[in-house]
């Protein structure tokens, strides 16, 4: 039992944290035909496209800043119900931009619903933009120009995410560099749909200091021994994985092997109800599949507090809360 561990998350797409209850309300709301991707309470998509293309449909039911707020504040109500002391959104104004909604009624909505939830529970949050890869190299440019100018304290890092099997990273890399130049912290994703070229060119080319996924980095050992070397966080998602077939099952899913071989990672839901997870599930997963110890969880949980794209103050003060626990 995973669920009086403190728990944190750096990873998880604002938009696919919505749960299908909720984006039909919406749908109903707005009068817009959401069979095709809805059904039985669930999301319907095979692969990745075509999951792409459901979250893409899910992102189009919220088109107003109320409606960003809600669905944040939802999803940081459930997490703080399961002891999730931190959490980073990834929020991508572009998907905003597609229904008519400005970048900053987008983040202003998002921003309003992460507050009202630390209100409420006290749950820590931080929003982390994301440039679409799928959408071109020029999108993701203009995204990380707007986002080196837009300053909002709750708006910390930078990340890609997208369709990693379009473009090179190298593609990307003045967008990144824009944005580190702006103090942003950032991550990309990587070794996810590809294997460790993407993680190795990603190391090369944005100098990241978490990687999203990064998992079939494991296809190179000097490339693991790279990462453990340089402190590199991983973004793990068990579930988003098995579900989006990275890996044929658990059994073969290299987390553990990452932890032997002392790369530095954490426990991610990234699009929960699209993989029926949660930040919960993963914690189960983490202790009953892959059987790591309640230590070795909360080490986990200290990597995600230790690279929170936060100010010093407020990760001493969630690394205190998180000791407290361990005693207690
Ligand atoms: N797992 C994932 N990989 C890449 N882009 C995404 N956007 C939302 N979820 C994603
Ligand atoms: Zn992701």
Redesign the pocket.
Known sequence: MTSHLMKAELHC?VE?AAPPALTLAQAEKYGIDSTKFVRDGGYLWQD?TS??DC?DFVASVFRTAEDYAALAEAYLGELAAANTIYSEL?ISPDHGEAVGLSPDDYVGGLAAGVMAAREKTGIECRMII?GE?HLGPESVLRRAEWAAKFEHPLVTGFNM????RMHRVADYARAFDIVREAGLGITI?AG??CGAFSVADALDLVRPSRI??GVRAIEDPDLVKRLADLGTVLEV?PG?NIS?KVFPDYESHPLRRFVEAGVRVTLNS??PP?FHTSLAQEYETASKVFGFSDAEINAMTRTALEAAFVDEVTRKSLLAKLLAADWG
């Open positions: 797409h696919g990745f999951f792409i979250y990834f994301i890869r995410a997208g369709e990693e994703h996810e749909l999203g996924h998602c988003s989006l990234d699009d699209f």
